[in-house]
């Protein structure tokens, strides 16, 4: 690798350094295109905000910090004259394959749920809900002497019953209105599924329904600290929303701790999700939803919970409709067990800008290597290789055009010597671009092949973190691949590096200085310049380590790889690369096989020459008049 190589790399961490503040920073500017570009895509059916109108962020009820939603709710009333169950609230719970579910009459919600195939970093059961961090409420008008009365149903205790259909259970929660009418709950609980079926249904409530248009849903939960980084798994938690008939999905971005976010949409939404890092809570309408307001609200660390979440819904309503259907996802950020769903669900997944490099080549590998029953290391490992072999032909025409700078340099430091004042750099560079041009030497050969590459850097720098299937794997000292290795707690916080020392991280950054290393002994023209060596042998190190130490440790791991991998192909190439002999075949070129000039060459060399003519006339007319 050359110098602008060299460049290129710092420039790509640079980058990729400012994407990870960029992200931090609540990213803004890509939520706003977002926005736009969904926009223009739902213009041409737009659906105005049925009445009642919106409700207003107070209404969403998220409690102080440090308080879990479900202790916020108000105490119980009937203002609409619906009659009380005699018996007292209770619990049940129903499993499937993958789910623990338990179910409170109160309100005739699903108050809890445990994922069994998962545990959380300390290895406690995974709870998904738990009854304190829960609420739903379903609000309606009745007609009531002439008067519309407001009905809250978590102010009510139903009536619950479990029902049996081949692998299927179905749980169901009635509110009787009065003799004839009662409001149902309607859960339908599959063999082997994250999915679950609900419907509201309104039996025999239309004599006594108010003049209604919609009524509200209003869903709030408080996010568990379930991964042992809290600063890692609240950057990945967050509310999103899907617009019917749009790829993408919409987001409130990141927030720092006691932070929050909150945001009203009129317009039709078919799902709204409350995201953590790995595993997500989503309610999905059958019809769509036509209007919502948002909210998160950010907790402190140390209090082991990550955001508290809230959505007012509106639902359309017919007073001659009985069933309102939705269903739940309750489980992992799998990508592939999202895709399934065919509802942009996948988009849970946070693949960045170039997810496309994850969807159509990342991740189908990772899951080709799964099922030949690869171990997570010897995946990362092959993961690794094939990228690099991938990518080869890019990063050897980096290597050749940094062997062919080699080769000239007898005549760069000719030109060097030739041109030593700080004036005379503009003749310098252009006798440089001439030389370069006259034996075929193209400047940006070594930093193009790099740029090319910044897709799939980007892809895997934002895979690693949000593959849940590096969750709970151990790799040597690792106990978690999705979380940062410790091997020292420092018992204080360093900052911008933290409170421990990752060996994963800190063998990524010796072998990066090794790398880097190489290339400046393969470049000893650049000694003498003022800051080259810092910028080549030690930014990108220690830039590297501050940075990833509280990173996946499996993301490091596969840093680690490929700079191993990176540093033998760069040793192999200068064995199959005979730079005496290509540095004859380039000397001997004939003046007429010279590359021509480029239009923009041209140009520069013109640029070049009238700025190197003003300098000496403004150095001409600096000088001191002679006495006369």
Same mark, same amino acid.
């Given at each position: 690798?050359?110098?602008?190589?060299?460049?290129?790399?710092?420039?790509?961490?640079?980058?990729?350094?400012?994407?990870?503040?960029?992200?931090?920073?609540?990213?803004?500017?890509?939520?706003?295109? =977002?926005?736009?570009? #969904? &926009? /223009? %895509?739902?213009?041409?059916?737009?659906?105005?905000? $049925?009445?009642?109108?919106?409700?207003?962020?107070?209404?969403?009820?998220?409690?102080?910090?440090?308080?879990?939603?479900?202790?916020?709710?108000?105490?119980?009333?009937?203002?609409?004259?619906?009659?009380?169950?005699?018996?007292?609230?209770?619990?049940?719970?129903?499993?499937?394959?993958?789910?623990?579910?338990?179910?409170?009459?109160?309100?005739?919600?699903?108050?809890?749920?445990?994922?069994?195939?998962?545990?959380?970093?300390?290895?406690?059961?995974?709870?998904?809900?738990?009854?304190?961090?829960?609420?739903?409420?379903?609000?309606?008008?009745?007609?009531?002497?002439?008067?519309?009365?407001?009905?809250?149903?978590?102010?009510?205790?139903?009536?619950?019953?479990?029902?049996?259909?081949?692998?299927?259970?179905?749980?169901?929660? =009635?509110?009787?209105? #009065? &003799? /004839? %009418?009662?409001?149902?709950?309607?859960?339908?609980? $599959?063999?082997?599924?994250?999915?679950?079926?609900?419907?509201?249904?309104?039996?025999?409530?239309?004599?006594?329904?108010?003049?209604?248009?919609?009524?509200?849903?209003?869903?709030?939960?408080?996010?568990?600290?379930?991964?042992?980084?809290?600063?890692?798994?609240?950057?990945?938690?967050?509310?999103?929303?899907?617009?019917?008939?749009?790829?993408?999905?919409?987001?409130?971005?990141?927030?720092?701790?006691?932070?929050?976010?909150?945001?009203?949409?009129?317009?039709?939404?078919?799902?709204?999700?409350?995201?953590?890092?790995?595993?997500?809570?989503?309610?999905?309408?059958?019809?769509?939803?036509?209007?919502?307001?948002?909210?998160?609200?950010?907790?402190?660390?140390?209090?082991?919970?990550?955001?508290?979440?809230?959505?007012?819904?509106?639902?359309?309503? #017919?007073?001659?409709?009985?069933?309102?259907?939705?269903?739940?996802?309750?489980?992992?950020?799998?990508?592939?067990?999202?895709?399934?769903?065919?509802?942009?669900?996948?988009?849970?997944?946070?693949?960045?800008?170039?997810?496309?490099?994850?969807?159509?080549?990342?991740?189908?590998?990772?899951?080709?290597?799964?099922?030949?029953?690869?171990?997570?290391?010897?995946?990362?490992?092959?993961?690794?290789?094939?990228?690099?072999?991938?990518?080869?032909?890019?990063?050897?025409?980096?290597?050749?055009?940094?062997?062919?700078?080699?080769?000239?340099?007898?005549?760069?430091?000719?030109?060097?010597?030739?041109?030593?004042?700080?004036?005379?750099?503009?003749?310098?560079?252009?006798?440089?671009?001439?030389?370069?041009?006259?034996?075929?030497?193209?400047?940006?050969?070594?930093?193009?092949?790099?740029?090319?590459?910044?897709?799939?850097?980007?892809?895997?720098?934002?895979?690693?973190?949000?593959?849940?299937?590096?969750?709970?794997?151990?790799?040597?000292?690792?106990?978690?691949?999705?979380?940062?290795?410790?091997?020292?707690?420092?018992?204080?916080?360093?900052?911008?590096?933290?409170?421990?020392?990752?060996?994963?991280?800190?063998?990524?950054?010796?072998?990066?200085?090794?790398?880097?290393?190489?290339?400046?002994?393969?470049?000893?023209?650049?000694?003498?310049?003022?800051?080259?060596?810092?910028?080549?042998?030690?930014?990108?190190?220690?830039?590297?380590?501050?940075?990833?130490?509280?990173?996946?440790?499996?993301?490091?791991?596969?840093?680690?790889?490929?700079?191993?991998?990176?540093?033998?192909?760069?040793?192999?190439?200068?064995?199959?690369?005979?730079?005496?002999?290509?540095?004859?075949?380039?000397?001997?070129?004939?003046?007429?096989?010279?590359?021509?000039?480029?239009?923009?060459?041209?140009?520069?060399?013109?640029?070049?020459?009238?700025?190197?003519?003003?300098?000496?006339?403004?150095?001409?007319?600096?000088?001191?008049?002679?006495?006369?």
């Amino acid at each position: 690798m050359n110098r602008q190589t060299i460049i290129g790399l710092v420039l790509i961490g640079a980058i990729l350094f400012g994407f990870s503040w960029y992200q931090n920073s609540q990213q803004k500017r890509l939520i706003e295109q =977002r926005r736009i570009e #969904d &926009s /223009l %895509a739902r213009a041409s059916a737009p659906v105005p905000l $049925p009445e009642p109108t919106m409700p207003s962020f107070d209404s969403l009820g998220l409690p102080a910090n440090g308080t879990p939603v479900a202790a916020n709710q108000t105490a119980p009333s009937n203002p609409a004259g619906i009659p009380q169950t005699s018996s007292s609230p209770e619990t049940f719970s129903v499993e499937n394959d993958l789910m623990t579910l338990q179910f409170s009459s109160q309100g005739g919600i699903l108050s809890d749920v445990v994922l069994k195939d998962y545990s959380r970093f300390d290895g406690s059961p995974l709870h998904l809900w738990r009854p304190d961090s829960e609420r739903f409420d379903v609000e309606f008008f009745l007609r009531r002497s002439g008067r519309d009365a407001q009905v809250n149903t978590s102010d009510y205790t139903f009536l619950p019953s479990i029902s049996q259909q081949g692998d299927t259970q179905q749980v169901s929660m =009635r509110l009787p209105v #009065d &003799s /004839l %009418a009662y409001v149902e709950f309607l859960y339908t609980v $599959p063999k082997a599924d994250y999915m679950l079926g609900f419907e509201v249904r309104f039996v025999g409530m239309e004599p006594i329904l108010s003049n209604q248009s919609s009524f509200s849903i209003d869903w709030a939960h408080t996010g568990l600290q379930n991964e042992k980084g809290w600063d890692n798994e609240n950057t990945y938690s967050t509310l999103s929303y899907h617009f019917p008939g749009v790829s993408g999905i919409e987001e409130l971005g990141a927030s720092r701790a006691g932070g929050s976010k909150s945001e009203s949409e009129p317009s039709r939404i078919q799902w709204v999700a409350f995201k953590g890092q790995f595993f997500s809570s989503v309610l999905i309408a059958d019809d769509a939803f036509h209007g919502a307001a948002v909210e998160y609200r950010t907790h402190q660390p140390g209090d082991h919970l990550i955001k508290d979440f809230a959505a007012d819904l509106v639902v359309p309503m #017919d007073r001659d409709r009985e069933t309102y259907g939705f269903r739940m996802y309750l489980g992992p950020n799998k990508f592939s067990t999202l895709k399934q769903y065919g509802i942009s669900l996948e988009r849970l997944v946070p693949l960045g800008w170039f997810g496309w490099v994850s969807r159509w080549f990342i991740i189908p590998l990772f899951d080709w290597l799964s099922r030949i029953g690869l171990g997570i290391g010897w995946i990362i490992f092959f993961i690794t290789l094939i990228v690099r072999l991938v990518v080869f032909p890019l990063t050897f025409t980096s290597y050749k055009s940094s062997a062919r700078m080699r080769a000239v340099k007898p005549e760069v430091d000719e030109i060097n010597a030739r041109y030593p004042d700080q004036a005379d750099a503009m003749k310098k560079q252009q006798a440089t671009m001439e030389l370069y041009r006259r034996v075929g030497i193209n400047p940006m050969a070594g930093c193009l092949p790099m740029l090319i590459q910044f897709p799939i850097i980007i892809a895997v720098f934002r895979f690693f973190p949000a593959a849940i299937e590096l969750r709970g794997q151990s790799l040597w000292w690792a106990e978690d691949l999705s979380s940062y290795d410790s091997i020292l707690s420092l018992g204080f916080n360093v900052p911008f590096y933290g409170d421990h020392i990752s060996l994963f991280a800190l063998m990524m950054a010796v072998s990066t200085l090794f790398m880097s290393w190489i290339t400046f002994k393969q470049q000893p023209t650049q000694a003498g310049m003022p800051g080259m060596k810092f910028m080549m042998l030690w930014m990108m190190p220690i830039m590297l380590l501050l940075w990833f130490n509280n990173y996946a440790s499996g993301l490091c791991f596969y840093y680690l790889l490929a700079n191993l991998f990176t540093i033998t192909q760069m040793q192999l190439t200068r064995l199959l690369i005979d730079e005496d002999a290509l540095r004859r075949k380039m000397l001997a070129r004939p003046a007429k096989a010279a590359k021509p000039k480029s239009g923009f060459m041209a140009r520069l060399e013109e640029a070049q020459k009238a700025q190197a003519a003003a300098a000496r006339q403004q150095a001409a007319g600096k000088k001191p008049s002679r006495k006369r």
